[in-house]
T-cell receptor, first 115, second 115 residues
């Protein structure tokens, strides 16, 4: 079963407009949510995170919103730039019981920002 | 430079051969993770080290897989008797236990192709 779902495999947005990437989760034990960005032939790079006790976190052009009752989070990028074109992974953290907080990743959404 | 180095970047091997990958995190990364990513999927957890102790293994890690982290520094992941289904990107990630809200720092990965 997929505990973290990104239902949109791809998204195209015009430069300067807003990009909204969505993520749904099913496990109520997730306490932290993160977004990673991945370029081809590179590992994922941490972008922004949010604790489950908050509903919004902002960092420059990037804002993550969390709706805990709906088990839904979204990443907003404003304004979108061509350099934002990448695959974005939503990840959720839960304590695994062995001293580690495991991340569970969605399948990713490929964002293309058109100049 | 992500601070986590992986070697080699690419590996092509014949089915049935053994392969070994290496990961070098930075000294602050007391936690080290191995993930595997296949095409169209997000990274999937394989195993976790707290310093030199391997504390958790995924059921994805069959008995053909073994990982070590001697002295809590670099880590190796070995796959014995490789199968075509092992073809994937193998990602290593380090985490500073005191800065967990900054997420994992991933290496660039080792892409394994089993022919």
């Amino acid at each position: 079963d997929q505990q973290v779902k990104q239902n949109s495999p791809s998204l195209s947005v015009q430069e300067g407009r807003i990009s909204i990437l969505n993520c749904d989760y099913t496990n109520s034990m997730f306490d932290y949510f993160l977004w990673y960005k991945k370029y081809p032939a590179e590992g994922p790079t941490f972008l922004i995170s949010i604790s489950s006790i908050k509903d919004k976190n902002e960092d420059g052009r990037f804002t993550v919103f969390l709706n805990k009752s709906a088990k839904h989070l979204s990443l907003h990028i404003v304004p979108s730039q061509p350099g934002d074109s990448a695959v974005y992974f939503c990840a959720a953290r839960a304590y695994s019981g062995a001293g580690s907080y495991q991340l569970t990743f969605g399948k990713g959404t490929k964002l293309s920002v058109i100049p | 430079d992500t601070g986590v180095s992986q070697d080699p970047r690419h590996k092509i091997t014949k089915r049935g051969q053994n392969v070994t990958f290496r990961c070098d995190p930075i000294s602050e990364h007391n936690r080290l993770y191995w993930y595997r990513q296949t095409l169209g999927q997000g990274p999937e957890f394989l195993t976790y080290f707290q310093n030199e102790a391997q504390l958790e293994k995924s059921r994805l890690l069959s008995d053909r897989f073994s990982a070590e982290r001697p002295k809590g520094s670099f880590s190796t992941l070995e796959i014995q008797r490789t199968e075509q289904g092992d073809s994937a990107m193998y990602l290593c990630a380090g985490e500073d236990g005191w800065r967990w809200n900054y997420g994992y720092t991933f290496g660039s990965g080792t892409r394994l192709t089993v022919v």
